[in-house]
């Protein structure tokens, strides 16, 4: 089993950045890749960012050029830098980590972004 805690969200203006961090503990082993999703008020989760474990970047089309997602291996980290918020980027974000033949979500973190 794997557990994730994310932090970082919160209430910030349009044009503002935050940065989320995600922490994953337990038996960590065969790391497919790990990132973030996010579920907007009335929508379906989507995909935000992730990485894979040999460095592989995905992007959804809405947040490349202001979101930048990273890791911290040794210390079984993930992060995601959010530059140029937008009101439409106002949702629950959600640590997502895939290894061997399991995924884990995280609790999620309340982002609001204020026009």
């Known amino acids: 089993q794997v557990q994730l805690v994310e932090s970082g969200g919160g209430l910030v203006q349009a044009g503002g950045s935050l940065r989320l961090s995600c922490a994953a503990s337990g038996r960590i082993f065969s790391i497919n890749a790990m990132g973030w999703y996010r579920r907007a008020p009335g929508k379906q989760r989507e995909l935000v960012a992730t990485i894979t474990g040999d460095g592989g970047l995905n992007y959804a089309d809405s947040v490349k050029g202001r979101f930048t997602v990273s890791r911290d291996s040794p210390k079984n980290m993930v992060y995601l830098q959010m530059n140029s918020l937008k009101p439409e980027d106002t949702a629950v974000y959600y640590c997502?980590?895939?290894?061997?033949?399991?995924?884990?979500w995280g609790q999620g973190t309340q982002v609001t972004v204020s026009s």
């Open positions: 997502w980590w895939s290894q061997w033949r399991d995924t884990y």
